[in-house]
Nanobody, 126 residues
Framework: QVQVEESGGGLVQAGGSLRLSCAAS????????MGWFRQARGKEREFVAAFRWRGPGTFYADSVKGRFTISRDDATNTVFLQMDSLKPEDTAVYSC???????????????????WGQGTQVTVSS
């Protein structure tokens, strides 16, 4: 069993920054991935960023490339999402997830992730 917990959301003005953290306990194994997804009110959940713990490369949605950076701390099994140049359209509940996507092409697919955190609200005011 893997537990996932996010922290770091809040209210920020447009152009500002926030840093989200995601701690995964229970020691996920193998070629797992950790990813961030978000869901704005009235919209479907969408992929934000992810990487595979033992694989190459990081993955970003086009809407956040150049503004968001995903990173990790191997010692604590923690993933961070640094969000800069925030826009009002970034407002959403951000959720962290752990899963075993069947290949790099599936890393952006929410259904490939098995364990999810409760989510943290990010609100960007204009």
């Amino acid at each position: 069993q893997v537990q996932v917990e996010e922290s770091g959301g809040g209210l920020v003005q447009a152009g500002g920054s926030l840093r989200l953290s995601c701690a995964a306990s229970g020691r996920p194994f193998g070629e797992y991935a950790m990813g961030w997804f978000r869901q704005a009110r009235g919209k479907e959940r969408e992929f934000v960023a992810a990487f595979r713990w033992r694989g190459p490369g990081t993955f970003y949605a086009d809407s956040v490339k150049g503004r968001f950076t995903i990173s990790r701390d191997d010692a604590t099994n923690t993933v961070f999402l640094q969000m800069d140049s925030l826009k009002p359209e970034d407002t959403a509940v951000y959720s962290c997830a752990v899963g075993w996507p069947a290949g790099s092409s599936r890393v952006t697919t929410a259904s490939e992730y098995m364990y999810w955190g409760q989510g943290t609200q990010v609100t960007v005011s204009s």
